[in-house]
C-alpha cells in the first residue's frame, strides 16, 4: 500500500461545484503539503502544514481551503470550482527534521477536470 | 519571493548521449533537492545538495551545487530509454523556511 494516499484519483466536475480531495499518510509525519501541476509549470504550493494547528497558504492559495483533520489527513477543497482549476494535484509529506534535511514524499495524484 | 528556474524546457537526446539539466535560483538557497517524474507518474526524490560547491554522483547521475549556493545542475551519462521523464530542481532559501520552490522542470525523451 502506498504511504501517501489520495482520494479520489480522477474527478470530472462542473463549473460552481464544491470539491474535496483527500490526503493521508501513514509516514508518520508532520509537515503535509498541497501541490499543483499545470503543464510547463512545474508544481506550485498551494498550501502546507507543518501540524494540525499550523496552516499555512503558498503562493497560489486563492480558490482553495484544506483542513488538516489529525496528523495523518490533510485535505485540500475547491468551494466552487472553475475550469482553470483543471489540474493535477499532489499531496506530499515531509519529515520534521533539522534544517537543510527532508525530502518530499509524494502521493499519486489526483487528476481534477472542471467543465 | 523566491523564483527557481530551470532550462531548458525540454530535451530530446538519441540514446547514448549525454543530457543536462540547470537550475539557477534568484537567491541564495540552503539546500536543493532534485526530483524525478516519470510520465503519468509522480515526482520521486533522487538526492539533496547543501554544501557550496558540493557534487554527488548516482552511477549516471552527477549533481552539482553552486559555489554560491543560486545555481545547480544535473547531468546524465550516456542516456538510457530508461531516463525518460521530468526532472524538477526545488530550492529551499533559508533555514527554518520549510518551503521548498520548484523549477518549471525539464522533460527528457530518449530516442532509442
Known amino acids: 500500500d502506498a504511504d501517501v494516499t489520495q482520494t479520489p484519483r480522477n474527478r470530472i466536475t462542473k463549473t460552481g461545484k464544491r470539491i474535496m480531495l483527500e490526503c493521508s499518510q501513514t509516514?508518520?509525519?508532520?509537515?503535509m503539503y498541497w501541490y499543483r501541476q499545470d503543464p510547463g509549470l512545474g508544481l506550485r504550493l498551494i498550501y502546507y502544514?507543518?501540524?494540525?494547528?499550523?496552516?499555512n497558504k503558498g503562493e497560489i492559495s486563492d480558490g482553495y481551503s484544506v483542513s488538516r483533520q489529525a496528523q495523518a489527513k490533510f485535505s485540500l477543497s475547491l468551494e466552487s470550482a472553475i475550469p482553470n482549476q483543471t489540474a493535477l494535484y499532489f499531496c506530499?509529506?515531509?519529515?520534521?527534521?533539522?534544517?537543510?534535511?527532508?525530502?518530499?514524499?509524494f502521493g499519486e495524484g489526483s487528476r481534477l477536470t472542471v467543465l | 519571493g523566491q523564483q527557481v528556474m530551470q532550462i531548458p524546457q525540454y530535451q530530446h537526446v538519441q540514446e547514448g548521449e549525454d543530457f543536462t539539466t540547470y537550475c539557477n535560483s534568484s537567491?541564495?538557497?540552503?539546500?536543493i533537492q532534485w526530483y524525478k517524474q516519470r510520465p503519468g507518474g509522480h515526482p520521486v526524490f533522487l538526492i539533496q545538495?547543501?554544501?557550496?560547491?558540493e557534487v554527488k554522483k548516482q552511477k549516471r547521475l552527477t549533481f552539482q551545487f553552486g559555489e554560491a549556493k543560486k545555481n545547480s545542475s544535473l547531468h546524465i551519462t550516456a542516456t538510457q530509454t530508461t531516463d525518460v521523464g521530468t526532472y524538477f530542481c526545488?530550492?529551499?532559501?533559508?533555514?527554518?523556511?520549510?518551503?521548498?520552490?520548484f523549477g518549471k522542470g525539464t522533460k527528457l525523451s530518449v530516442i532509442p
Open positions: 506530499a509529506t515531509r519529515p520534521t527534521s533539522d534544517a537543510n534535511t527532508g525530502e518530499l514524499f
Open positions: 509516514k508518520g509525519h508532520d509537515r
Open positions: 502544514s507543518f501540524d494540525v494547528k499550523d496552516i
Open positions: 537567491t541564495t538557497l540552503s539546500n
Open positions: 545538495l547543501v554544501k557550496s560547491g
Open positions: 526545488a530550492g529551499e532559501p533559508g533555514a527554518g523556511s520549510y518551503q521548498l520552490t
